[in-house]
């Protein structure tokens, strides 16, 4: 494995690249750095931010470097939304894929980003707040719209870890 290489939006991927280089010892790159820095077909861990089940640059490095697991970094429970995510990103069977709760603040979003978190918040908030059966895994996704915050740990990383730690042998 040659490097990790992230794309982030608002610094909960970064933030979880770096936590992964700490690791396992490899270096952590944004994909502009990437492109400097990382020989086209390297092997590569792929870390993007998830929108609306995409994950943001993850065509483009599978198209440039040898993906050997693909993270994608959301406002949902880490482990979920798996098979949603792989089939939008066409992501092959062979390649693991990870999801990973990252979290949520709207004064870091711009442009277009902004504008959609702010309706689906009107939408999907109200939804939440007006159920009343809601899962521990509701109530923290309600949070996190309403007040914003940030979920970034190791322990969401320990699939990620045990996969790696497994390959290396």
Same mark, same amino acid.
């Given at each position: 494995?040659?490097?990790?290489?992230?794309?982030? /939006?608002?610094?909960?991927?970064?933030?979880?690249?770096?936590?992964?280089?700490?690791?396992?010892?490899?270096? %952590?790159?944004?994909?502009?750095?990437?492109?400097?820095?990382? %020989? !086209?077909?390297?092997?590569?861990?792929?870390?993007?931010?998830?929108?609306?089940?995409?994950?943001?640059?993850? %065509? +483009?490095? %599978?198209?440039?470097?040898?993906? +050997?697991?693909?993270?994608?970094?959301?406002?949902?429970?880490?482990?979920?939304?798996? !098979?949603?995510?792989?089939?939008?990103?066409?992501?092959?069977?062979?390649?693991?894929?990870?999801?990973?709760?990252?979290?949520? =603040?709207? /004064?870091?979003?711009?442009?277009?980003?902004?504008? $959609? $978190? +702010?309706? $689906?918040?009107?939408?999907?908030?109200?939804?939440?707040?007006?159920?009343? =059966?809601?899962?521990?895994?509701? =109530? !923290?996704?309600?949070? $996190?719209?309403?007040?914003?915050?940030?979920?970034?740990?190791?322990?969401?990383? +320990?699939?990620?870890? =045990?996969?790696?730690? /497994?390959?290396?042998?």
């Amino acid at each position: 494995m040659k490097a990790i290489v992230f794309t982030s /939006n608002t610094g909960t991927t970064e933030k979880y690249a770096r936590l992964l280089a700490d690791k396992t010892g490899l270096p %952590a790159y944004s994909s502009e750095q990437a492109r400097r820095e990382i %020989a !086209d077909g390297s092997e590569i861990i792929y870390l993007g931010w998830l929108k609306a089940g995409e994950i943001a640059g993850y %065509a +483009k490095a %599978a198209k440039r470097y040898s993906v +050997k697991a693909v993270c994608g970094v959301g406002m949902g429970k880490t482990g979920s939304q798996l !098979d949603d995510v792989c089939k939008r990103n066409s992501i092959p069977a062979e390649t693991p894929l990870f999801t990973l709760q990252g979290g949520f =603040d709207m /004064n870091k979003l711009h442009g277009i980003y902004k504008f $959609m $978190m +702010k309706t $689906m918040k009107k939408v999907v908030g109200k939804s939440l707040a007006e159920k009343p =059966d809601r899962t521990p895994e509701e =109530d !923290d996704m309600l949070d $996190m719209m309403l007040h914003g915050g940030e979920r970034v740990s190791e322990e969401n990383l +320990k699939a990620v870890l =045990d996969w790696y730690e /497994n390959i290396r042998y």
